[in-house]
């Protein structure tokens, strides 16, 4: 479903003016709503601080001048979203702008770590998100189940499931789940 791009356009406005709010970690926009979720949890930040050193060790080899990063928004004003995955690969050069967020085609990979809170967004809602604006390959790490899966192929035709100590292959790279911990209780 798309968002009028002008009402897109007014969301935009009025989450950039959004306070900052103690235990509000993310705002994105999708489906013409502001939504905000909560701040992430140590394990969670755990999991995207390792996963980034791996894809950053990697990239110099399979993609110059490229990095994993996270806290970039990626924007779609076709489509009427504004996501702020946990983890994105995309040219370092493009944090060189004044603009607020990535652009689709900007992107290799998208990377969420499922929240305890609210994890049928990262499931299904991000996975339709994130095959429609063509980003090619989307990983998703789950610490509640210790368990994850691999989109690619166009539209995310393809899944490949792992659980938590498998060595993966996300497209070009090599990632060690084993590294990845588990939500406690």
């Given at each position: 479903?798309?968002?009028d791009?002008?009402?897109?356009a ?9 306070p ?8 994105e ?91 049928q ?9 994130y ?16 368990t ?21 292959t ?6 060690d ?9």
């Open positions: 479903m798309s968002t791009p002008a009402v897109f007014k969301l935009r406005e009025i989450a950039a003016r959004l900052e709010v103690p235990g509000i970690g993310k705002i926009i999708a489906d013409g709503t502001i939504v905000m979720t909560t701040s992430p949890v140590k394990r969670h930040e755990l999991a995207v601080v390792r996963i980034v050193r791996q894809l950053n060790e990697q990239l110099p080899r399979t993609h110059p001048g490229h990095v994993a990063h996270g806290g970039a928004d990626v924007v779609d004003p076709v489509r009427g979203r504004l996501r702020n995955p946990d983890v994105m690969v995309f040219p370092e050069e493009a944090l060189d702008s004044e603009e607020a967020a990535l652009l689709p085609h900007q992107v290799l990979l998208v990377v969420e770590i499922v929240s305890a809170a609210d994890p967004n990262d499931y299904r809602a991000k996975v339709a998100d095959a429609a604006m063509g980003i090619p390959l989307y990983l998703l790490v789950d610490p509640r189940k210790g994850g899966i691999v989109y690619d192929e166009p539209g995310y035709t393809r899944r490949t499931d792992f659980a938590f100590g498998d060595v993966i996300v497209g070009p790279w090599t990632l789940t084993g590294v990845l911990r588990m939500y406690a209780g």
